[in-house]
């Protein structure tokens, strides 16, 4: 299909959503909830996405696509708000915007700093998606290449990746994480000689752990837990004023937009880190490449903060859809909730996802184009008045949160076991995160640990159990090189020697 016939297809599939009324109703009621999620701290994109998707198991896959994306973008947009005017990050998206927004509010401009995230975060939605048309196919055509070693190798760097740069403190906190998640996809009989493994002969085992009673446990009950023993206040509303943001603003800040996107493009490509990593990581771009007076307003108020991280992190959301529609592979822990819920209708994302789903691509791209623009009119619109929400006090709604969760976990395929696994996995899940282990890795390790378990051991089985192949094939040789090398340098006497090496390098080069 050449360029012009994608752009047609792409605007007679718009048309199509746009024309069902019941679609628009339900993308904008979708994107509210989102914004709700987004806004309430300690609820996130995962998790509303978690609960969303098992409502919209008896949805046809449009429908539910509608809702699923309108919550995902939403969600992450929806984090400005108490981060902003409360100094309450409402996702960890938006910490990077807190450090700007609320100082901006407090001198009574919060209505202003509201504005820009609002434009800003429809403005990197809408420059993530456009990567995401334009990379997608590329990736998609490199990735039919692949064999088993290489699919194998592809999901362990996305393990060890997420568990390197998610880590709070140590390194190896990450891995551990990740290779947790590794175990648990093992539970069950596996899918080559169906074999029973960790299932202790309990039949409902048999299967493996279903991924949303897992993931709603992993980012659901570590929250109810946390807000209920800390006992958190929300804070007092600011006032607002004018929320639409003037047009010189926007032009002033073009280049911290559009630099801020492409950083949440590249981070959010990359699988395990997520819309939370984009944001510092832009806002700390931003910073270094401002000249000295901006440099002085970061921390302060600074109008190019609070752009970067919010562009940023909401064109995370194109970037991680890229290795999730094209590998399999999602970017971000929401993005990985996602992959579960397609997986539930019957869609399996990777390398053939054009042949099995043609258009898929480009559906995916406008329901994403109209949840944008669903985002912004409901943040202009609700500004004002979403914010007495934030005013309910944490301990009145997460038991509410912890009754959706339950009936979330239970009502997909109305089974009580799922509450068995939901529950203990979430109980661990918080004591894991109090240790400061990161839970991302382990979300990743989860869903990825299919791939890899039946990739590795199907490779295995073609070669008769030789590991030769790994070291026969280049792509497999430079994504084994790029793991070492990356293992290699996260520690502490590799890193500093390659920094002396490097120091006594460039010298030596000055000096010829």
């Given at each position: ?25 339900i ?58 005017l ?97 175990f ?127 562009t940023?992190?909401?064109a995370?959301?194109?970037g ?19 992959l579960?819920a ?8 990777g ?110 089985m ?51």
């Open positions: 299909m050449t360029m012009i016939d994608q752009f047609l297809q792409f605007f007679s599939i718009l048309f199509d959503l746009v024309s069902e009324p019941s679609n628009l109703l993308l904008f009621a979708s994107s509210f909830i989102g914004i709700l999620f987004g806004a309430m701290p300690g609820l996130t994109a995962t998790l509303g996405i978690a609960l969303l998707t098992t409502l919209t198991y008896s949805l046809n896959t449009d429908t539910a696509l509608i809702s699923l994306l309108g919550m995902y973008v939403g969600a992450v947009y929806g984090g400005s708000y108490p981060a902003i409360l100094n309450i990050p409402g996702t960890p998206a938006a910490a990077a915007t807190a450090l700007d927004g609320y100082p901006m509010a407090k001198r009574g401009e919060g209505a202003k700093a509201l504005g820009l995230t609002t434009t800003a975060s429809l403005i990197g939605t809408l420059i993530g998606l456009v990567f995401l048309v334009v990379l997608s196919p590329a990736i998609a055509a490199v990735a039919l290449q692949f064999t088993s070693w290489e699919f194998f190798l592809l999901a362990l760097f996305g393990i060890i990746i997420s568990g390197s740069i998610t880590s709070q403190d140590l390194v190896i906190k990450g891995w551990i994480a990740g290779f947790l998640g590794l648990l996809s093992t539970i069950g009989r596996d899918s080559l000689q169906y074999f029973p493994r960790y299932t202790f002969d309990q039949s409902q085992l048999d299967s493996g752990l279903e991924i949303v009673p897992v993931l709603i446990g992993v980012f659901g009950i570590p929250q109810v837990i946390r807000v209920l023993s800390d006992r958190e206040t929300l804070g007092k509303l600011t006032k607002l004023s004018r929320v639409l943001p003037e047009l010189a603003v926007i032009k002033r800040n073009i280049k911290h937009i559009f630099r801020s996107a492409c950083v949440g493009v590249g981070i959010g490509s990359v699988p395990g880190i997520g819309e939370d990593i984009a944001g510092w990581v832009s806002y700390s771009v931003a910073k270094k490449t401002s000249n000295p007076e901006e440099q002085k307003k970061f921390g302060q108020g600074a109008e190019a903060a609070i752009v970067s991280s919010e940023a992190n909401n995370c959301v194109g991680a859809l890229i290795p999730l529609l094209t590998l399999g592979i999602p970017g971000s822990p929401p993005a990985a909730m996602l579960g397609l997986l539930l209708h019957g869609i399996t994302p390398p053939t996802i054009e042949i099995d789903h043609p258009n898929f691509l480009l559906e995916v791209t406008a329901i994403l184009v109209l949840a944008s623009l669903a985002m912004w009119a409901n943040g202009m619109l609700l500004a004002k008045q979403v914010l007495k929400l934030l005013q309910v006090p944490p301990p009145l709604f997460i038991p509410v949160v912890g009754v959706l969760c339950v009936m979330g976990a239970y009502s997909l395929g109305i089974n009580i076991f799922n509450l068995y696994i939901m529950l203990p996995v979430g109980v661990c899940a918080y004591f894991l995160s109090e240790m400061k282990f990161p839970l991302a890795p382990l979300v990743i390790g989860l869903v990825l640990g299919g791939m890899a378990d039946e990739s590795l051991r199907r490779a295995l073609l070669s008769e159990g030789s590991f030769w192949p790994l070291f026969d094939r280049p792509v497999a040789v430079i994504l084994l090189l790029i793991i070492v090398s990356f293992c290699a340098i996260q520690i502490p006497l590799v890193r500093r020697g390659g920094y002396a090496f490097l120091n006594r390098f460039f010298r030596r080069t000055n000096r010829q």
